[in-house]
């Protein structure tokens, strides 16, 4: 069975610091994707990875597949409130399934 | 709001019942796939259907089926429900039902149904 451990599963922090969400599987990924989720609505995605060393960023938001690609991060700089909810990874194994991280629960206190 | 529509909201039955849930996908999108989230299992893929054919399957039970109906529309059926089907059911939808394959496919999830059985 294909896993994806997320790390920390919960994270409260205080507005203006960083942090940085693992995601790892011992499989290999075609493709990761990070998803934020709000209470009573559905994830939205954040961002696709699809090359080994990957890195990508969305404004505060940076984002890196690991060079075998099993692994991804998500790291914040200087998190905002409204960054406050479930950040899920999830990777696709190349046959159309779709495995989701177990998730990280974010607060950003003001 | 992500274009997706999903009835009803939120829905209480008793176990050994069964339900109909209904997801709309964003217009122009034709492959619809359903997730069961749950405190402790985390969110679960289901099932896929690409154009009205089922392309994927995942941890779905005998209990549930799915279809897409010519129209796109998509119903999950839960029968012989037991408490733990307690959940949030989301339904995503994609253009090309690649999503995050080569990632220029996206998956848009509607808000979801809460499934509450006693």
Redesign the interface.
Known sequence: TQLLEQSPQFLSIQEGENLTVYCNSSSVFSSLQWYRQEPGEGPVLLVTVVTGGEVKKLKRLTFQFGDARKDSSLHITAAQPGDTGLYLCAGVPGTYKYIFGTGTRLKVLA | D?G?TQTPKHLITATGQRVTLRCSPRSGDLSV?W?QQSLDQ????LI?YYNGEE??K?NILERFSAQQFPDLHSELNLSSLELGDSALY?C?SSVE???????TD???????TRLTVL
């Open positions: 992500s997706v796939y997730y985390g969110l679960q893929f896929q392309r994927a995942g989301f995503a039902g690649v999503a995050g394959v080569g990632g996206t998956q848009y999830f509607g808000p979801g």
